[in-house]
Nanobody, 122 residues
Framework: VQLQASGGGLVQAGGSLRLSCAASGRISNWYVMAWFRQAPGKEREFVAARRWGGGTTYYADSVKGRFTMSTETAKNTVYLQMNSLKPEDTAVYYC????????????????WGQGTLVTVSS
């Protein structure tokens, strides 16, 4: 599985961005797709995850109600719609995948995209 994230940029606080993660390779419906982020000097943290084939989406408390993760299997793409952005959302955002259990730790994912930088100015 190869993943490529895009869509990052500079936005003012309160604004919106939509990140995309293009996936290629053999992906089955039970694969878990996830978004993580890593701010400067901090560890990589969980943002959201769901199975490729659908079902419940799980969010970090810090983004619940503001971010929405979705999948468009026809385009082999995963999205992260980010609204009401805050300066503390500034980070490099990564998409990730594994073929098993939905994990909240970065170490549980086998496949990673290259990351896209989101900067939120105050």
């Amino acid at each position: 599985v190869q993943l490529q994230a895009s869509g990052g940029g500079l936005v003012q606080a309160g604004g919106s961005l939509r990140l995309s993660c293009a996936a290629s390779g053999r992906i089955s419906n039970w694969y878990v797709m996830a978004w993580f982020r890593q701010a400067p000097g901090k560890e990589r943290e969980f943002v959201a995850a769901r199975r490729w084939g659908g079902g419940t989406t799980y969010y970090a408390d810090s983004v619940k109600g503001r971010f929405t993760m979705s999948t468009e299997t026809a385009k082999n793409t995963v999205y992260l719609q980010m609204n009401s952005l805050k300066p503390e959302d500034t980070a490099v955002y990564y998409c990730a995948s594994n073929s098993g259990t939905l994990e909240y730790a970065a170490g549980g994912y086998h496949y990673w995209g290259q990351g896209t930088l989101v900067t939120v100015s105050s």
